[in-house]
């Protein structure tokens, strides 16, 4: 099957013969007393049943619903209920801070908002609710909004078709440095670019009818609505759903289905990485891992590919965008992952996608191209570009180079081709390479659980190490940064001390402000 109609994307999948059966840690919102197990058949009636209530709502074609919810699957099945309709599904973070939330919510202005009482009741005094003319409660009635499993499943709703070219769903980009951007992409880009190109059984690293997917991810950005469609086009045995990444409560899921191939946030996997030292952990039939989002520190690839007893466990970390899917991927062998060089290759994010993605480093000032193996300011050509940002068509203009596209990080495009990103545009600092210098630390510090360094308008950049019980030893601290750039005395926090988006990501210029009261240093302006 060759996903194309998201709105009957479970359908199509169900009429196929898809026998895949879907393991949650917890029911979903809008179907909170329906249990755990869901085989395609199921998911495909939920999809119908949830496209009829919105219709019962007022929802028409053309319309844009935006969806903000605690984080679940049921995100894209809502998307594919809305998508049904002939409108378009608008995709935000309930992690998003109420500030940043109202803000996307008045430059989207939808028709309807789909969410939870709890999101209401933190944007009451906004104009959310003037913004949308249907409000719709997944979790329980709330002044002003109809509740979900209080509309009729059972009205009529045939599912419209769209061009291909025209806007299908809309995500928000991480929004580390600020207010995310609002991103439209088409069936064409979405699908047909992207989803089309992974849902084929690629030699070691397509997945299998016997496979047992586990995913862990924030499931309200893009990079799970193409998944969804993969994954019901490929059809494996079983798929296993997490929704947070607290160690204990995914342990028994995951060992009740022990996992063949893992996809998670790289904040999960941190977070995940207690289990690989169980006795029986519960990624030992793992073959192979997928990491997307942001960089993975060489010690999370190692405890993971050797927690497996597989004899050649690989892991692919993907580069890429909100705007324009992946673009470069590398492969992490055991071997790999434990070389002496692994702490200096690990920024390596492989080569751009043959045939598909161009890629060029240019000066981030003037613009002309740097030599192979120069700093400079990645940009990026391919088909599978979004149509632009809500709202923002300046800014979006403002990030084209003629028929190329601004990434935002500073990198380097080697001699072979591979990809090496040192930073974001924004985040980066004259003489040092702020993901190297994490990647050191991590090394050196194996009690932490993620490093940061903040550059400082007044000084040394500021070093903030994130560990369990948010201490750090003076002497480790001092052995740890031998022969690094000059650093400030370390900020030591507890992983929820730290403010983050919704995908994981470290908020910078949120923390910068937090511990110092002034934003962070930076030289770069494409974000």
Known sequence: MRPHDMGTLFDEAAAGGARTVVHLDRPFDIAPRAGTRWTVTELAGLVRATAARLADAGVRPGDRVGIVKDNHWDYDLLACAVVRLGAVPALLSARLGTENLVA??????????????????????TATGESARILVTVDSAAPGAVHLAALDASWPCVPVRRHDDEPLVIHHTSGTTGVPKLVVHSTRTLVHKLARFEAVR?????????????????????????WTAVVMSLAPARIVVLTGDDPETADPLLRAHPPTVVEALPASYIRLRPLTTRLDNPFRDVRLYISTYDAMHPPALRAYLTASRRARPLWMQGWGQTETGPLTFRFHTRRSALAPDAETTARRLGRPVPGRIRLRAVDPDTLRPVPRGRLGLLLVRTPALALGYVGELGRWDAKRVGDWWSTGDMGVHHRDGSVSILDRAADALPGMSCLRTEDVLEQRLPQALECVILGAPDGDPLPVVVTADGRLDPDAWKQATHGLPTLRDPAVLTWDEVPRTGTGKVRRAALARQLTGTAPAGTGRWT
């Open 104 to 125: 996307l919510l008045e430059r989207l202005r939808p028709a309807a908002l789909v969410t939870t009482s709890e999101v209401l009741a933190r944007c009451r005094d």
């Open 202 to 226: 690629y030699p070691g690293i397509g997945i299998r009818p016997d496979d047992v997917l586990a995913n862990a991810s924030a499931y309200g950005h893009g990079r799970t609505f193409c």
